[in-house]
C-alpha cells in the first residue's frame, strides 16, 4: 500500500480547507499534519480536525519556512498579495506548493517565483480549477486531439452574477486592488484567461487590447435616498436589489464564508448576531454605491496570438444570472458550450450537397458534481488536489495538470489586459 503524502496548510481560510477536505475522504492518499495562519482559531480549528500537535501550527508562512521541513507539500490558501512572498521561503524551505490563483500580482513577482521554483528543484501546482472540471477537460481534449483543426478565435464570456459582484468585488476583500493586489480581471476571470492560453497551449500571445470601467457601483449612480448601511439609514432597502439583508440574511448560506468572517469567533451565529453585525462594521453590510471599491465592474480583453488566431474574453458583473461560456473557432469545425449545462456541441465542417454542418453534443452528465463529491466548482476543486498527488507521485497526472509555465501566459495576458485598459494602448507581449 502507498504511503498517504503529507500537506501543512498556509492560510487556513476556506479555499485551503475546501482542498485539505480531500484528505478526509482519501486518507489513505492525503494526511494534513500541520498549519500557518495568524488567526488562533482557525489554527485551533484545523488542528482539531486533522489532530496533530501544537508543535506543527504556525503563526505564519514565514515562521514555519524557518523549521525543518516535515511535509511533502504545502497547501497556500493566502490571499492574493501574499502567495509570492509567503511561497518564496516554503520554495527554499524544500516544499512543493499547491497554490491559489492568481498566483502573482504582477510581471515582476511571476518571474521571480517561476525562477525560483525552478532554482530549487519544486512542483507548483496552479488551482486553476476550471482545467480540473470534466466539461473543460473534455473540451481540452477534443481540441488537442485536432477534432476542430487548428484554431482560428475563442471567444469566452463570464457573467457574474450580482449578489457575486457585490460581495467579491464591492463590499468584498477583492473590491480594491490596493488591497488584494488583483484586478478584478485578475481575481475573477485569471481562470477565463488560463482556459484560452491552455485551449491553444504552446503558441504565445502576442498583443491585448482591453476597455472596462466601474459603470455601476459608484456614487452618482446610486438610488435616489439610500444610505450608506442597508439595515441602519436606508429608507429604500426594501425596494433594492442589493440590499445587505436580501443577500446575506435571507440566503444566509450563500457567501457565508465572506460575510460572516468578521463574527467568526461566534460559535453559530444567529440571525440576531448576524443582523446586529450588519448593522455594525460588518463590511457586507455597506451601500454598494457608497463603498471603497475601485476596481471595474466589467472588462472586455482582445488578445492577439503569435500564429495569427485572435481572443476575446467578456467578463461582465452584475448580471442576473452567473455563466461561463466558451467557443472555440476552429478551421475544420467548432465547440461551443455553457459550464454551468455540463454540456458541449461539436460541429463539423459539412460541404456535402444538402449539408452545411454535423452536429453532435457531448453530454458529461455531471450537474449533481457541481458541488458534490468532487468539491466545488463543478468537481474542480478536488481532482486538481487528485492531480498534484499524483504528479507528486511521480505518476502521470490527467491532461489538466501542466508545469507552472503553461499558466503564466494567462497571467501575462490578465496583467497587459490591465495596462492596455488603464493606458488606452495596445499592448504587445514579448516572446518568453
Ligand atoms: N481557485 C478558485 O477558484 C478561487 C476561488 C475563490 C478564491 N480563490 C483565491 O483563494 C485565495 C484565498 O481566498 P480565501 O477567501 O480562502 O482567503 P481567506 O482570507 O479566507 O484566507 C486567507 C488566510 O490566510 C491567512 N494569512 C494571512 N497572512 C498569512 C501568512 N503570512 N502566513 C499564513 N497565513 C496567512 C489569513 O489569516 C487567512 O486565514 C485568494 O487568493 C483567492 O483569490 C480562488
Given at each position: 500500500?502507498k504511503?498517504?503524502?503529507?500537506?501543512?496548510?498556509?492560510?487556513?481560510?476556506?479555499?485551503?480547507?475546501?482542498?485539505?477536505?480531500y484528505?478526509?475522504?482519501?486518507?489513505?492518499?492525503?494526511?494534513?499534519?500541520?498549519?500557518?495562519?495568524?488567526?488562533?482559531?482557525?489554527?485551533?480549528?484545523?488542528?482539531?480536525?486533522?489532530?496533530?500537535?501544537?508543535?506543527?501550527?504556525?503563526?505564519?508562512?514565514?515562521?514555519?519556512?524557518?523549521?525543518?521541513?516535515?511535509a511533502?507539500f504545502i497547501?497556500?490558501g493566502?490571499m492574493?498579495?501574499?502567495?509570492?512572498?509567503?511561497?518564496?521561503p516554503?520554495?527554499?524551505?524544500?516544499y512543493?506548493?499547491?497554490?491559489?490563483?492568481?498566483?502573482?500580482?504582477?510581471?515582476?513577482?511571476?518571474?521571480?517565483?517561476?525562477?525560483?521554483?525552478?532554482?530549487?528543484?519544486?512542483?507548483?501546482?496552479?488551482c486553476?480549477?476550471?482545467?480540473?472540471?470534466?466539461?473543460?477537460?473534455?473540451?481540452?481534449?477534443k481540441?488537442?486531439?485536432?477534432?476542430?483543426?487548428?484554431?482560428?478565435?475563442?471567444?469566452?464570456?463570464?457573467?457574474?452574477?450580482?449578489?457575486?459582484?457585490?460581495?467579491?468585488?464591492?463590499?468584498?476583500?477583492?473590491?480594491?486592488?490596493?488591497?488584494?493586489?488583483?484586478?478584478?480581471?485578475?481575481?475573477?476571470?485569471?481562470?477565463?484567461?488560463?482556459?484560452?492560453?491552455?485551449m491553444?497551449?504552446?503558441i504565445?500571445?502576442?498583443?491585448?487590447?482591453?476597455?472596462g470601467?466601474?459603470?455601476?457601483?459608484?456614487?452618482?449612480?446610486?438610488?435616489?435616498?439610500?444610505?450608506?448601511?442597508?439595515?441602519?439609514d436606508?429608507?429604500?432597502?426594501?425596494?433594492?436589489?442589493?440590499?445587505?439583508?436580501?443577500?446575506?440574511?435571507?440566503?444566509p448560506?450563500?457567501?457565508?464564508?465572506?460575510?460572516?468572517?468578521s463574527?467568526?469567533?461566534?460559535?453559530?451565529?444567529?440571525?440576531?448576531?448576524?443582523?446586529?453585525s450588519?448593522?455594525s462594521?460588518?463590511?457586507?453590510?455597506?451601500?454598494v454605491?457608497?463603498?471603497?471599491?475601485?476596481?471595474?465592474?466589467?472588462?472586455?480583453?482582445?488578445?492577439?496570438?503569435?500564429?495569427?488566431?485572435?481572443?476575446?474574453?467578456?467578463?461582465?458583473g452584475?448580471?442576473?444570472?452567473?455563466?461561463?461560456?466558451?467557443?472555440?473557432?476552429?478551421?475544420?469545425?467548432?465547440?461551443?458550450?455553457?459550464?454551468?449545462?455540463?454540456?458541449?456541441?461539436?460541429?463539423?465542417?459539412?460541404?456535402?450537397?444538402?449539408?452545411?454542418?454535423?452536429?453532435?453534443?457531448?453530454?458529461?452528465?455531471v450537474?449533481?458534481?457541481m458541488?458534490?463529491?468532487?468539491?466545488?466548482?463543478?468537481?474542480?476543486?478536488?481532482?486538481?488536489?487528485?492531480?498534484?498527488?499524483?504528479?507528486?507521485?511521480g505518476?502521470?497526472?490527467?491532461?489538466?495538470?501542466?508545469?507552472i509555465?503553461?499558466?503564466?501566459?494567462?497571467?501575462?495576458?490578465?496583467?497587459?489586459?490591465?495596462?492596455?485598459?488603464?493606458?488606452?494602448?495596445?499592448?504587445?507581449?514579448?516572446?518568453?
Open positions: 500500500m504511503k498517504p503524502l503529507t500537506a501543512v496548510i498556509v492560510g487556513a481560510g476556506h479555499r485551503a480547507l475546501g482542498y485539505a477536505a484528505a478526509l475522504s482519501h486518507p489513505d492518499e492525503l494526511q494534513i499534519v500541520g498549519v500557518a495562519d495568524p488567526l488562533p482559531r482557525r489554527r485551533q480549528k484545523v488542528r482539531e480536525l486533522y489532530r496533530f500537535s501544537e508543535d506543527s501550527c504556525f503563526e505564519t508562512a514565514e515562521a514555519l519556512a524557518q523549521k525543518p521541513k516535515f511533502d497547501i497556500n493566502t492574493d498579495q501574499q502567495h509570492v512572498p509567503t511561497t518564496l516554503l520554495l527554499e524551505a524544500g512543493h506548493i499547491l497554490l491559489e490563483k492568481p498566483f502573482a500580482t504582477n510581471l515582476d513577482e511571476m518571474q521571480l517565483l517561476v525562477d525560483k521554483a525552478k532554482t530549487c528543484g519544486r512542483k507548483i501546482s496552479i486553476h480549477v476550471l482545467r480540473y472540471t470534466p466539461f473543460y477537460t473534455a473540451i481540452r481534449q481540441v488537442a486531439e485536432g477534432t476542430i483543426g487548428d484554431i482560428i478565435n475563442v471567444q469566452a464570456l463570464e457573467h457574474v452574477s450580482y449578489h457575486h459582484m457585490a460581495v467579491g468585488f464591492v463590499r468584498g476583500k477583492w473590491n480594491k486592488k490596493s488591497y488584494s493586489g488583483s484586478s478584478m480581471l485578475m481575481a475573477k476571470s485569471c481562470h477565463d484567461l488560463d482556459l484560452i492560453t491552455w491553444k497551449s504552446g504565445n500571445p502576442s498583443s491585448v487590447a482591453s476597455f470601467s466601474n459603470l455601476q457601483f459608484r456614487p452618482e449612480k446610486a438610488p435616489k435616498d439610500h444610505g450608506t448601511r442597508c439595515l441602519v436606508c429608507p429604500i432597502e426594501s425596494d433594492c436589489l442589493y440590499s445587505a439583508r436580501k443577500h446575506y440574511i435571507d440566503h448560506d450563500r457567501w457565508a464564508f465572506y460575510s460572516w468572517d463574527i467568526e469567533h461566534i460559535e453559530n451565529p444567529t440571525i440576531k448576531d448576524k443582523i446586529a450588519l448593522k462594521d460588518n463590511p457586507y453590510g455597506r451601500c454605491w457608497t463603498c471603497d471599491n475601485d476596481v471595474v465592474d466589467h472588462q472586455s480583453v482582445v488578445i492577439n496570438f503569435a500564429d495569427g488566431s485572435t481572443a476575446t474574453l467578456n467578463m461582465i452584475g448580471s442576473a444570472k452567473p455563466q461561463r461560456a466558451i467557443h472555440l473557432i476552429g478551421t475544420k469545425g467548432e465547440i461551443e458550450g455553457r459550464f454551468e449545462d455540463s454540456k458541449f456541441v461539436i460541429r463539423h465542417i459539412d460541404p456535402r450537397p444538402g449539408h452545411e454542418y454535423s452536429e453532435e453534443t457531448i453530454d458529461l452528465n450537474e449533481g458534481d458541488t458534490g463529491a468532487f468539491g466545488g466548482h463543478g468537481g474542480g476543486d478536488l481532482r486538481l488536489v487528485r492531480d498534484f498527488l499524483q504528479i507528486l507521485r505518476e502521470t497526472p490527467s491532461i489538466s495538470s501542466t508545469p509555465e503553461d499558466s503564466v501566459n494567462g497571467h501575462r495576458i490578465g496583467f497587459s489586459a490591465d495596462h492596455s485598459m488603464e493606458e488606452s494602448r495596445v499592448i504587445e507581449i514579448l516572446p518568453q
